[in-house]
């Protein structure tokens, strides 16, 4: 996929935050930095695909395999909020630069051919 194809999904599917109703966790380290065992944890328990969208900005985005995520995102979250998604869109994480991640299921699913 495309930057500019991530750009458009998360701007039409993402809108906003996670906010409450997000499953919430810490997911940096006691030196502030993205922890790797936590951020693959939360990212494995929300998205089932090996490939991964990441997005923080419109320089900052990509598609990823999920095993190449964490160092994307570690350098990502340094400049801001980070959202993740499958190809599909039928989960979401967000990494927000205070520490915490969120996992979301989302009911916007889109056809794997778009």
Not at 20 to 26: A, I, K, L, Q, Y
């Amino acid at each position: 996929m495309k930057n500019r194809e991530i750009i458009t999904l998360m701007h039409k599917l993402s809108h906003g935050r996670i906010g409450p109703s997000g499953d919430w966790v810490r997911v940096f380290n006691d030196r502030e930095e993205l922890d790797e065992g936590k951020f693959n944890k939360l990212l494995k328990d929300a998205i089932q695909s090996d490939i991964v969208l990441i997005y923080q900005s419109s320089i900052n985005v990509t598609e990823a395999n999920a095993s190449e995520a964490y160092k994307i995102v570690a350098e990502y979250v340094k400049h801001g909020i980070v959202k993740l998604a499958d190809p599909r869109f039928k989960s979401q994480v967000e990494i927000d630069p205070l520490g915490i991640g969120a996992k979301y299921r989302t009911n916007k699913a889109i056809n794997s051919d778009a």
